[in-house]
């Protein structure tokens, strides 16, 4: 087999025992023989791991998640220090070098830090170090975070231009319903279209546990993230992290989602996922049509309403009329200036401005359809 890159997402209900607050050292130290096997084999691994917040209040005696930010923030600075130290007994005992990475949601808002990232993680790993990534929980602004660490490993791997993410959780699979009630409930192995996900009515009710913040609904959302980036997804258990290779080797654990067959480019998935929408428009249906089924650029005609203050080359949210985003997107223009012209064709805004214009609102290579 050709070497991998394959991230790895542990959530904190997995990492520690649930009753106590105190690490599951059997789980962990599972899951690094399993990595380290996988780099043995000549893969790249990565490994997303929660815990910073759980392992913090552990340390401190706090019996329960913290409400405040403030409270929060401390506690992951005690608990990240004290997960990377376990990681790096484990991992140190087999000879495998790790670093931490810490990431902010704004640390992938401008293109060259975005990128600057994404060198960064190519060097760690052609030194055959395992990164562990984390959310910056001690410094990251509430408006600015990933939230969950599903988004986060989502993120990375489309940034890394991962071939797989697992996300290990504490189910084997999805079921159809919910296996502990319903006898009925069938396993589902493969999903090549999320959309059908919805449609076949999945109960992904779980909205995680008291310590972490994920659930099926974001596990399914990181899962699209990946998908679009031909990132072959698979949620499985955490208790048996050997699953990862068995998955490699093509055995059909776990629930996996099939990978877009022609992924979107770099600079898309940056527009996509790493910039922050300053503002949005509201499109009439016409201009909808256009851009999501004709593949056309956005124009000032075809604008009814602007929200919120921005400048030219930001990001907005390209939304119907009912305010469903439909794409994303930067503006050439910003947002007094929109004001001003929308609803108008283009021929008309040298005169409405004052001054040639660009043909465009939003062109077509700064779009994407979400
Ligand atoms: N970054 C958080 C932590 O380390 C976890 C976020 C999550 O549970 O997804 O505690």
Redesign the pocket.
């Given at each position: 087999m050709k070497p991998q890159t394959i991230v790895v997402k542990i959530?904190?209900s997995s990492l520690t025992n649930p009753q106590t607050g105190y690490l599951a050292l059997s789980t962990i130290a599972a899951l690094v023989e399993a990595l380290c096997g996988l780099r043995r084999q000549g893969h790249d691994v990565v490994l997303v791991s929660?815990?910073?917040?759980?392992i913090g209040c552990a340390r401190l005696g706090i019996k329960e998640r913290p409400r405040t930010i403030a409270m929060k923030q401390a506690v992951?600075a005690v608990?990240q220090g004290r997960l990377m130290r376990v990681y790096d007994d484990f991992f140190t005992s087999l000879n495998q070098p790790i670093a931490q990475v810490l990431i902010t949601r704004s640390d992938l808002v401008q293109r060259s830090r975005y990128v600057n990232a994404y060198r960064t993680f190519r060097q760690l790993l052609k030194l055959g170090v395992v990164p562990i990534v984390?959310?910056n929980?001690t410094l990251a602004v509430e408006e600015l975070k990933f939230g969950?660490?599903?988004t986060l490993s989502a993120q990375v791997a489309s940034l890394v231009e991962a071939d797989w993410l697992f996300l290990l959780t504490d189910v084997d699979r999805l079921y159809s319903a919910d296996p502990r009630y319903d006898p009925t409930a069938q396993p589902i192995n493969l999903v090549d279209d999320i959309d059908k996900l919805t449609a076949l009515n999945v109960d992904v009710g779980d909205r995680g546990t008291s310590w972490?913040?994920?659930g099926m609904v974001t596990k399914i959302a990181a899962a699209r993230i990946a998908t679009v980036a031909g990132v072959r997804t698979v949620i499985t258990e955490g208790r048996s992290p050997q699953n990862i290779e068995k998955a490699l080797m093509g055995e059909p654990i776990g629930t996996q989602f099939a990978p877009e067959v022609e992924p979107q480019n770099a600079r898309k998935r940056w527009i996509a996922h790493g910039l922050l929408p300053a503002g949005k428009l509201y499109l009439d249906s016409g201009a909808v049509a256009a851009i999501r089924d004709a593949g056309k650029s956005l124009l000032a005609a075809g604008i009814k309403e602007v929200e919120g203050e921005f400048q030219s080359r930001d990001a907005v949210q390209i939304c119907d009329q009912h305010g469903n985003e439909i794409a994303r997107g930067i503006v050439n223009y910003n947002s007094t200036e929109l004001q001003q012209i929308r609803g108008h064709h283009s021929e008309a805004i040298p005169q409405i401005l004052g001054y040639e214009g660009e043909a465009t609102v939003v062109h077509r290579d700064n779009l994407v359809l979400v």
């Open positions: 959530g904190t929660s815990g910073a917040v759980g992951a608990g984390n959310e929980d969950d660490n599903d972490g913040t994920g």
